[in-house]
């Protein structure tokens, strides 16, 4: 079965703190994708990211980067220079690579940036 | 920018109740999906449509939950009779095929009294 740790429940941060959200997974599937979401207050789901578990390079976006470990089955998430604007509920999910792909979600991380 | 539609927003309802809710996905998307999030929870996966087929309704409970993508295109998901334990944000998401990166609405937030 597959599932998805995201033991930071909430993290409070200064506006232009660097800030790391963790992620953790399990999955039996040798091929897979990793997912990170980001849910403001409005609550629709924001796609940031999507990586191929044959894709170990680490992703950088602006502000965001990713840090994709297989060895230690962890996709976390940093926030460079961290804006108010960043604050939200951020969710790490996973998915079969064939097939009819199926979200398995982490219970998610609060951000708070405060100014 | 292409973006999910979900109406209504908000719905509050009596147990008992029918409530049903409406999704209208992005142009050309043949994977349709509806999730329902508990508070303080992530998303779990309710119903899956490939085009106008369900491909996976495993965790809908089908003794008061019913949905239907009848021409391909919109789709509802339907309660009757709603529970307290229902209360939840109700979200659907679409993607171009079934392995490719779901785009999610703006969700429903339905409350039972």
């Known amino acids: 079965a597959q599932k998805v740790t995201q033991a930071q429940t909430e993290i409070s941060v200064v506006e232009k703190e660097d800030v790391t959200l963790d992620c953790v997974y399990e999955?039996?599937?040798?091929?897979?994708?990793l997912f990170w979401y980001k849910q403001p207050p409005s609550g629709e789901l924001v796609f940031l990211i999507r990586?191929?578990?044959?894709?170990?390079q680490n992703e950088i976006s602006g502000r965001y980067s990713w840090n994709f470990q297989k060895s230690t089955s962890s996709f976390n998430f940093t926030i460079t220079a961290s804006q108010v604007v960043d604050s939200a509920v951020y969710f790490c999910?996973?998915?079969?690579?064939?097939?009819?792909?199926?979200?398995?979600f982490g219970t998610g991380t609060r951000l708070l940036v405060s100014p | 920018e292409a973006e999910v539609a979900q109406s209504p927003r908000y719905k509050i309802t009596e147990k008992s109740q029918a409530v049903a809710f409406w999704c209208d996905p992005i142009s050309g998307h043949a994977t349709l999906y509806w999730y329902r999030q508990i508070l303080g929870q992530g998303p779990e996966l309710l119903v899956q449509?490939?085009?106008?087929?369900?491909?996976?309704d495993s965790q809908l409970p089908k003794d008061r939950f019913s949905a239907e993508r009848l021409k391909g295109v919109d789709s509802t998901l339907k309660i009757q009779p709603a529970e307290l334990g229902d209360s939840a944000m109700y979200l659907c998401?679409?993607?171009?095929?079934?392995?490719?990166?779901?785009?999610f609405g703006p969700g429903t937030r339905l409350l039972v009294l």
């Open positions: 449509f490939q085009d106008e087929s369900v491909v996976d």
């Open positions: 999955t039996r599937d040798t091929t897979y994708y």
């Open positions: 990586r191929n578990s044959f894709d170990e």
């Open positions: 999910a996973l998915s079969e690579a064939k097939g009819f792909q199926k979200l398995v």
């Open positions: 998401a679409s993607s171009r095929g079934a392995e490719e990166t779901q785009y």
